[in-house]
C-alpha cells in the first residue's frame, strides 16, 4: 500500500524559500507521476506542480519561476523548492501520486508579509 509523507513546511517571510519533502512507500516509484497540490482557506485544492517518470514537469502559472519540482527515485522521494515566496501562497501542501489516487496528510506553508 502507497503512503506519501510530506515534511519541510512551516513559517516563511514574504520574498522567502522553503522547501518540502515528500517519502513514498511502496513499489514502483520510479515508474509514476508525483504531482504537488495545495488548498488554501476557502478556496479549491489546485495543482501545483507535476513531474513524471521522465522528468517532464509541469507548473501552475502562478508559481512558474518560482517554485521547482524535483524527484529522487533512488530514495522515492519528491520535492518542492519553493522561492520568492508570497503571502498568497499560503496553504496546505499535499504530495499526491495519481494513479493510485494516494494523497499525503498535508503540510502547512504559511507566508506573512
Known amino acids: 500500500q502507497v503512503q506519501l509523507v510530506e515534511s519541510g513546511g512551516g513559517l516563511a517571510q514574504s520574498g522567502g524559500s522553503l522547501r518540502l519533502s515528500c517519502v513514498a512507500s511502496g513499489p514502483e516509484f520510479e515508474k509514476r507521476i508525483m504531482a504537488w497540490y495545495r488548498q488554501a482557506p476557502g478556496k479549491q485544492r489546485e495543482l501545483v506542480a507535476s513531474i513524471n517518470p521522465f522528468g517532464f514537469i509541469n507548473y501552475a502559472e502562478a508559481v512558474k519561476g518560482r517554485f521547482t519540482i524535483s524527484r529522487n527515485n533512488t530514495e522515492n522521494a519528491v520535492y518542492l523548492q519553493m522561492d520568492n515566496l508570497k503571502p498568497e501562497d499560503t496553504a496546505v501542501y499535499y504530495c499526491?501520486?495519481?494513479?493510485?489516487?494516494?494523497w499525503g496528510r498535508g503540510i502547512q506553508v504559511t507566508v506573512v508579509s
Open positions: 499526491h501520486r495519481p494513479v493510485a489516487n494516494v
